[in-house]
Structure formats: C-alpha cells, structure tokens
C-alpha cells in the first residue's frame, strides 16, 4: 500500500510539473466555486474553518490543492483524453465479441403477502386458491399486499428464485418461508430475456472502450513522462 500511494505522490508531482511545463493555467472562478460547494456542505463558515483546522489545514491549503487537481485534470484532458477516438467498427467489434453481455434476463412482476404467522399464511393461501382477489384478501387479514418485479439470476435469495421463477402466469404460491417469515406470492407478468439491438448498447459500449483507451494512454503517457524524469525519494 505504501509502495502505491508513493507511486501515485510521484505521478501527481510528474503530471503537475508538466502541467506547469505546458503553461496550464487554471480559472480561479472554477477554484472559488469549488470552494464555495464545500463551503455549503457545513452550515456555518466557523464549521467549514474548525473542519480544516481538523486536518491540519487553513483555506489556501485546499485552494492550492484544488488548483493542483484542475491542472492535473487540464493537461490529461488536453493530452489524452481530447485526442481518444473511437471508431463505430470498434463498437461493432466489441459488441459482436461480448454479445451475450448485451441480454436482459428474464423478468418477473409478483404481488406478495407476508406473514409471520404459519396458521394465518396457510388460511391466506386458501382463500386465494378459492379464487380470492389478491388484494382483498390481505386487507380481510389487516395485511398489505406488496408488488414487485426481479430479474433472474441476480437478485433473489437462491431458495425464493428457485420458488418463482418456476411459477406460471397468475399462479398462487403455497407460503414460503424465509428465515421467520411466510411468503405467498402470485405471479403477475413475465417479461422474456431478450437481446439488445447493437444500437441500444452502443452508449454503454463506447463509454466502456473510451474507458479502456483512457487508461492505456495514460499510463504510456506517464510512463514517457517518468523516463524524462529525474526522480529522488528521500527516506529521511
């Protein structure tokens, strides 16, 4: 950990000296506003002043480290970021090679009642399976019926998806129960897994691969930038 954070100490100091090389100036309107935004986070100025003293800072310290961060963000923009293309065949070509990435599982929308007494759950489950209407039957018990909708796969407890996902359309669940709770559940809607058209991923797809180039960019940049560099640490 420590190794990394020195690393990174050394390639703020490499990015700002360039920065300053570059003769990157910074808008102190956007420095002030900065300022102001924090300032606004405390309810009072003397709050905002005891927080900095806290750290062991005063006011010019965070304005000097706020003006630090837009310079360092100013020449990265200026030197990767503003040059980064990508090419729709680069999103044609991501999209084809991570196409199952690009499906919407199957959906499901429930309506549930819940109970933590075993009796009152089974006598729920029998009025509904005389063809009780849902949410009468839990106003009859004093209950609330709650709706809900899941997708398979990633957020049910694995013994309440085993339960629902194998329902049909309008099916009433006998009362399942989950640690100390009974659920019943009827199934309201199913909603089928489907594939994305390249067009409804694209977005995502650019912002992942503009992401990626980002990275990679920088990290060469860097790395020049390292190589022309003289580097002390000192241990005292």
Known sequence: ?????????IEDRIILQEAKKNKVLVDENRVKAKIDEIKGRYGREAEFQAALVQQGLVQADLELRLREQLLMYSIIEAKIKSKIVIRPSEVTEFY???????????EREFESITTKDKDLAQKIYDDLKKGGDFLE???????DAKSFNAKKGSELKEELEGVIFKMNLAEISEPLKIEDTFHIFKLTKI??????????????????????????????????????????????
């Open 1 to 9: 950990m420590k190794a990394d954070l020195l690393d990174k100490l």
């Open 96 to 106: 084809e090679k991570n196409i199952e990435e690009f499906k919407t599982p199957e």
């Open 137 to 143: 039957t839990a106003k009859k018990y004093s209950l």
């Open 191 to 236: 909603i089928p897994f489907r594939q994305k058209s390249l067009t409804e991923a694209q977005d995502k797809i650019q912002e992942f691969v503009f992401n990626k180039k980002m990275q990679e960019d920088l990290l060469l940049w860097l790395n020049e930038l390292k190589k022309n560099a003289y580097i002390k640490i000192s241990t005292d």
